[in-house]
């Protein structure tokens, strides 16, 4: 537990001024998130395939190349066909690679796009979301936040404010459904992938995470509107309450989904038989230990976002 206690106090001392600045310094941030995610992935496979052992280390890269080409292009269609051409262009190399090397074969290649996909597309719409900077404030309208640190930074706060919404959904999950489960957990949810999980917790934890998501965002609208001539919303909904009913909606979603991405995570390590995905965090395992809720809820709440036109 102190080791635990540990190494999240460094976490949050490293992880936090990186996130809060946005621009290169998120991006750095969520490249190394990536990388390591994907080696993980990688490594996890290679303990019940034979694969060269250098791939650990090369299909990674091509995780870390998606995030950076998402910080780069901004267009969100520009940015789609270049992480196209991207995993095309691994998947042709090692198509060749495999006449040379009868390790490399077509299983392997697709599994090694799966982990692309997982640990770097998902990573990649984190950091595609982290740069957004404008907002709806009425139906038609946008408005774009400029916040400046020591002048020079702009902190892209639209992008915080929106990825943060995830992270505290995805946390308060964790946390009512842990504490849900531990009073009324009578009922096993999926026993054969995570014994201690119990309906009860989950529906807790939806509903807590439905519950802070919707007052994180209550409260910054409510923080706000006050310094600003416009009514702002996160949605283009002028109704107070159709507006949290639809946020705590989506929070719910998002809290839903972050549960459904544990339950993938501690899928695989089954199949696989593995305790932790790494040791990279000690106390905590490996990137994908601790970012399994939050890939899948983050990769569900781009796409609401992008159908209702928030981006």
């Not at 292009?73 to 940015?79: A, D, H, K, L």
């Not at 290649?109 to 404030?137: D, H, Q, V, W």
């Amino acid at each position: 537990m102190k080791q635990r206690i540990i190494t999240g106090a460094v976490m949050f001392i490293i992880f936090a001024p990186l996130y809060v600045l946005g621009g290169w310094f998120s991006t750095a941030l969520i490249m190394f998130l990536a990388y390591f995610g994907t080696y993980e992935l990688i490594n996890m496979y290679q303990t019940k395939n034979s694969i060269p052992n250098i791939c650990k280390y090369i299909v990674p890269l091509f995780s870390l190349l998606i995030v950076l080409v998402s910080g780069i292009v901004s267009s969100g269609f520009g940015t789609f066909i270049d992480i196209l051409l991207i995993i095309g262009s691994e998947f042709v190399g090692l198509l060749v690679l495999s006449i040379f090397d009868s390790r490399i074969s077509f299983k392997n290649c697709i599994f090694f796009m799966f982990s692309n996909a997982y640990s770097g597309i998902t990573f990649a719409i984190f950091e595609f979301m982290r740069n957004l900077n404008k907002l709806p404030i009425r139906v038609g309208t946008d408005f774009e936040f400029k916040v400046l640190l020591f002048n020079t930074i702009d902190i892209r706060v639209v992008g915080l404010i929106l990825l943060t919404f995830v992270i505290i959904t995805v946390m308060a999950t964790d946390i009512g459904a842990y504490n849900f489960g531990m009073l009324f957990g009578k009922h096993k949810l999926c026993p054969n992938i995570s014994p201690k999980k119990t309906i009860e917790g989950a529906i807790g934890g939806a509903l807590s995470g439905a519950i802070f998501g919707t007052g994180y965002i209550t409260l910054l609208t409510f923080l706000l509107e006050p310094a600003c001539e416009y009514q702002i919303r996160f949605l283009n909904i002028e109704s107070n309450v159709w507006y949290l009913i639809a946020i705590f909606g989506i929070a719910l979603i998002v809290s839903i989904a972050g549960q459904l991405g544990d339950l993938v995570a501690s899928k695989l390590k089954r199949e696989y038989e593995i305790k932790d995905y790494g040791k990279i965090f000690p106390g905590h395992g490996g990137v994908l230990d601790r970012f399994d809720s939050t890939i899948l809820g983050g990769l569900v709440f781009y796409i609401i976002i992008f159908i209702i036109g928030v981006i």
